[in-house]
């Protein structure tokens, strides 16, 4: 079975410019989660969906974040503008509601915000 | 609230050498407690669990131990590997029902550096 995809891999843009990660989830899965990982900060948690709804967004730095989950298949984490501090590996993991509720993490997408 | 604290690294050691990598948690309730590694270029992935206090978990030679009484879950290896070089990290998951979270609580991470 594929694990998280997550895309792209590698994004490089421009300050000012909007950025748009994307995030397919394992099927079957219920909760999708947005993480940011950086040296300063470590792993954040940004935002997490349960059922496609967002259960908590106290992650999520400022307005300038936004994330949607418009299918149980896909989800999205847009910056807009984007600022050089954003740079970061931002992860995608999701996880079943019932038993154990494992999470398995995507490959990442790091971003670079010149 | 809950709180997860490991310690810094890096940790470089000689292949085959003995691993500790020490962990302690706060929280209310009786969490559930992870190791995730983060091998280089790599997403985290689970390592091993334990859901109750006195748990073992196991996985690849890693063991750690849910110590209730010292809010511990320290990672241990007895003779680790080059391949074992990687970001471990600690987490933490509240009990469920009543509301709780889904969310898992991570550490700061710990780089180990093994070396042939």
């Known amino acids: ?114 | 609230g809950d709180s997860v604290t490991q310690m810094e690294g890096p940790v470089t050691l000689s292949e085959e050498a003995f691993l500790t990598i020490n962990c302690t948690y706060t929280a209310t309730g009786y969490p559930s407690l992870f190791w995730y590694v983060q091998y280089p270029g790599e997403g985290l992935q689970l390592l091993l669990k334990a859901t109750k206090a006195d748990d073992k978990g196991s996985n690849k030679g890693f063991e750690a131990t849910y110590r209730k009484e010292t809010t511990s879950f320290h990672l241990e290896k007895g003779s680790v590997q080059v391949s074992d070089s990687a970001v471990y990290f600690c987490a933490l998951k509240g009990p469920s029902g009543g509301g709780a979270t889904n969310k898992l609580i991570f550490g700061t991470g710990t780089l180990l550096a093994v070396q042939p």
């Open chain 1, 1 to 114: 079975d594929a694990g998280v995809i997550q895309s792209p891999r590698h994004e490089v843009t421009e300050m000012g410019q909007e950025v748009t990660l994307r995030c397919k989830p394992i099927s079957g899965h219920d909760y999708l989660f947005w993480y940011r990982q950086t040296m300063m900060r470590g792993l954040e948690l940004l935002i997490y969906f349960n059922n496609n709804v967002p259960i908590d967004d106290s992650g999520m730095p400022e307005d300038r974040f936004s994330a949607k989950m418009p299918n149980a298949s896909f989800s999205t984490l847009k910056i807009q503008p984007s600022e050089p501090r954003d740079s970061a590996v931002y992860f995608c993991a999701s996880s079943f509601a019932q038993g154990f509720q494992e999470q398995f993490f995507g490959p990442g997408t790091r971003l670079t915000v010149l």
